[in-house]
């Protein structure tokens, strides 16, 4: 059977693939932020999954506003990296399991959430960034990847609590999956970051900080923050942070934090990251 | 229809609700069009030209050719979308965003550098109206 092993956290600011794709992770500016991420990329040599399900969400790139899912699951072989105004990023193209893909849509869509299903979407930095942070440069991305889309551009947006439920769905959709698999979930957005207008480069550090410390034992009160909470507290663009929940949902009630790190600035954004590992 | 929503209250932020979305359509789906390298180009050589084949308003198309990206938020534009605009002139995310708080990118970049925007003082537009009064 499949196993769900790890979930990991981790922003997706587009600054950061550039960064990498220029070669300049070693800067004064950027060394500190990439640094936190040497431990990640090692573990990941270690643990060597077989799947990733990445929840993501696109930046008006595959979506425009003709139709807009709430959440879409891709059933995809093979999925290109998207142009998003200034050409792909220099990044292999992402290889899907269209198994394990459908056999999630299917189970899930059964336990009453809706999902679309999309055999055909270019890939932008919201997914294809936390592949760099996790896996660094190679000729081939070491795993197969589930891409899992969330709407948070258009209002209104889903729920942390709906979320943190629609996470557990899919956790239930792959201990039913009958191949031995190791497969990993992440979430990714984040943290605190607002892009638009005159309250644009809002931080609030204490604020993720709390975050961070919660989203392991204390998930309960981060599914119940409400949308004008992240947008006040955490910037417009913080509301990305209900994908980290999709995660934490699909996790064992009981989880160890492996690693963490969390980092201001990345361009406009507060990075945080977490790897939390399934039981005590 | 055009009841107050809970985040109405926060200071200098437009939240993308059906409110924005509705007038913004045609101004975020020629944002789209960037997309294509070919479009790019066409849209480079002649601002004006390429946004008549809009159905976008007057008032739209000016804060494209201005690059006055406030104007263009508060018309129904997404940044999401109005990211492809800068990112065809080759300008970041932190310029464009430097552009929108009204100081030059080197402080904005000193803003951030510092830990970023706090938000004490930035939670509740009446906390700016004290201030700006
Ligand atoms: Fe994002």
């Known amino acids: 059977m499949a196993r769900l ?56 790139t595959a979506f425009s506003l003709d139709f807009i899912p709430t959440f879409a699951i891709g059933v995809a072989e093979d999925y290109a990296v998207a142009d998003e105004g200034f050409g792909p990023r220099p990044v292999p193209p992402v290889e899907g399991h269209a198994d394990l893909a459908w056999h999630i849509a299917g189970s899930v869509i059964q336990q009453d959430f809706d999902l679309t299903v999309v055999n055909k979407m270019d890939l932008d930095h919201g997914l294809t960034v936390p592949l760099s942070l996790m896996f660094g440069q ?33 956790r239930k959709a792959i201990d039913s999956f009958d191949q031995d698999l190791n497969v990993q979930i992440w979430g990714t957005g984040g943290m605190s970051h607002q892009l638009q207008g005159p309250r644009a480069g809002l931080i609030n550090q204490p604020w993720d900080q709390a975050f961070l410390n919660d989203i392991g034992d204390n998930v309960d ?54 790897i939390l590992k399934n039981g005590k | 229809m055009t009841k107050s929503r809970p985040y109405d209250d926060v200071p200098g932020t437009t939240v993308f609700d059906e409110r924005m979305s509705r007038k913004g359509y045609h101004l975020n789906q020629f944002c789209m069009s960037l997309m294509k390298p070919e479009n790019r180009d066409r849209f480079k050589s002649d601002n004006r030209g390429y946004l008549d084949d809009w159905k976008m308003t007057e008032d739209q198309k000016q804060a494209v050719i201005d690059r006055d990206y406030n104007r263009m938020l508060s018309l129904g534009g997404n940044i999401y979308f109005l990211a492809k605009i800068f990112s065809c002139d080759g300008l970041s995310f932190q310029y464009a965003a430097s552009t929108m708080t009204g100081v030059s990118e080197d402080e904005y970049l000193k803003m951030m550098l510092a830990g970023g925007r706090s938000p004490d003082g930035n939670r509740y537009k009446h906390e700016w109206d004290k201030s700006n009064g």
């Not at chain 1, 990640?40 to 270690?46: D, G, H, N």
């Not at chain 1, 197969?144 to 769905?169: D, T």
């Not at chain 1, 949902?249 to 989880?255: C, E, I, K, N, T």
Request: hydrophobic share 40%.
């Open chain 1, 138 to 170: 190679p000729e081939r991305w070491p795993c197969k990847v589930i891409p899992f889309a969330v709407n948070v551009v258009q209002y209104p947006v889903p729920s942390g609590r709906r979320c943190y439920n629609l996470g557990k769905a899919i």
């Open chain 1, 5 to 60: 092993t790890a979930g990991v956290a981790t922003s997706h600011v587009p600054a950061v693939g550039r960064a990498i794709d220029t070669g300049q992770t070693q800067n004064d500016y950027w060394k500190p932020m990439f640094d936190g991420f040497d431990f990640s990329k090692k573990w990941e040599e270690s643990e060597k999954p077989d799947v990733v399900f990445l929840v993501y969400n696109d930046h008006a």
């Open chain 1, 221 to 274: 009160r981060l599914v119940g923050i409400p949308p004008e909470e992240y947008i006040r507290e955490a910037g417009s663009e913080g509301i990305e942070l209900v994908m980290w929940l999709i995660m934490r949902g699909a996790l064992d009630d009981q989880v160890t934090e492996v690693h963490r790190h969390y980092h201001v600035p990345a361009s406009n954004t507060a990075i945080g990251h977490i």
